[in-house]
């Protein structure tokens, strides 16, 4: 992709016009990318298709198992976390955060089973 073109898509985002509800000068209990964050699938830096897929899945009510892998930094728990914020929305759902990368992933998993 041609980076003049993905700059613009990037300053046409809504992230970018959405102002913060906390002052970063200010409170020092954030870091920066989390206020930054994408909050919704149409805030996401992913291609067009993979957005509006992910919005038919959230709309139909029919989340198929996901596994988002790739370098840091490319939006997968962004896109875990658009996700889970559009269903919550929708119906009353308990949401569990589970990180796979961390060291006690596996430990976390079996206590759900608990």
Avoid: H
């Amino acid at each position: 992709m041609n980076l003049l073109r993905r700059a613009r898509q990037l300053t046409n985002c809504s992230i970018w016009n959405r102002r913060l509800e906390v002052d970063p000068m200010t409170d020092n209990s954030k870091l920066l990318s989390e206020l930054l964050r994408p909050q919704q699938l149409s805030d996401l830096t992913l291609p067009q298709r993979d957005i509006e897929r992910l919005k038919q899945m959230v709309q139909s009510g029919t989340i198929m198992n996901m596994i988002f892998y790739g370098r840091p930094g490319l939006g997968k728990t962004s896109a875990a976390r658009a996700i889970i914020a559009e269903l919550v929305t929708k119906a009353d759902a308990d949401v569990y955060e589970l990180n796979g990368s961390s060291g006690n992933g596996a430990a976390e998993g079996r206590k759900l089973q608990d």
